[in-house]
């Protein structure tokens, strides 16, 4: 593990949530999209 | 200007202030007195995802006390929906805390009360959906879920807001007192980043409510065809 209490880990690890949930919501997004234009 | 478009827009617009939110929990608000290195900077993120957890709670109630009254399937998928989003937040609470108390108490877990509480309270929600997957019938597991539910939520404000004020605990002073009252006393640029990222979650969370509501809509359509 780095260095704890470096800005560095604390950067990375809420950066990684954020970047996951946005691009969890994109995907779902075009998933909803495509299967509200099949039905 | 259609719906899709609106959407579109929206999404970017969260893009952006998450981005903003980001830079400015790193580049604006300065560091917090009386906590070891960056570690308080963790607040920016760790106390809008509690918040967006309890939110998504009570959104599973208010559904579930909705399919009570209504027996509509979309309630049912409403409530389960948010209970989702209301564990992952959790999750994420609980992780993001666990990294603060590393790098605070050089442990990741401190058998804190509000450490066990949360962790109570993931349990609690974690049977919601063991409920669910046991009932193979979709009326009673939705009957149930509901019920169930309503129970699973009482224990929430104790776990949340009572149980780890009664007794002594590690954790930092949270922003509602033990009295009940607001103590808001940070540096305003702090403040001002701890409100845009509680928007910035909240944006998140009700992006991501819509997104499952709509998948659930799409696949009750497609399963009334199937059966009619």
């Not at chain 2, 605070?104 to 962790?119: A, G, K, L």
């Amino acid at each position: 593990m780095p260095g704890a209490e470096s800005l560095v880990w604390v950067a990375a690890v809420t950066v990684v949530i954020w970047l996951g949930l946005f691009a969890y919501c994109v995907g779902l997004a075009r998933r909803v999209r495509r299967l509200e234009d099949e039905s | 200007m259609t719906r899709a478009r609106v959407r579109t827009l929206l999404q970017w617009a969260l893009c952006v202030w998450l981005v903003l939110v980001i830079l400015g929990a790193f580049f604006y608000a300065p560091s917090a007195l009386g906590f070891k290195g960056e570690s308080a900077r963790i607040v920016f993120f760790h106390v809008p995802q509690a918040w967006v957890a309890v939110l998504a709670f009570c959104v599973n109630l208010v559904a579930s006390l909705r399919y009570l009254r209504t027996r509509d399937a979309l309630d049912d998928a409403r409530a389960a929906a948010a209970a989702r989003l209301g564990l992952v937040f959790s999750v994420l609470a609980t992780v993001t805390g666990s990294l603060f108390a590393n790098v605070m108490w050089n442990s990741f877990w401190n058998w804190d009360p509000r450490e066990v509480s949360i962790v109570i309270l993931l349990l609690i929600y974690a049977a919601y959906f063991a409920l669910r997957e046991a009932v193979p019938d979709e009326e009673r597991r939705a009957s149930l879920s509901a019920a169930y539910a309503v129970l699973a939520f009482v224990t929430m404000p104790f776990l949340v807001f009572v149980v780890p004020r009664i007794y002594w605990s590690l954790h930092p002073d949270t922003i509602i007192g033990a009295t009940g009252k607001l103590k808001l006393q940070m540096d305003s640029r702090m403040l001002q980043v701890l409100l845009g990222s509680l928007v910035g979650f909240t944006g998140l969370f009700c992006w991501l409510y819509t997104l499952e509501v709509r998948l659930a809509r799409v696949r009750l359509a497609r399963a009334g065809r199937e059966e009619a």
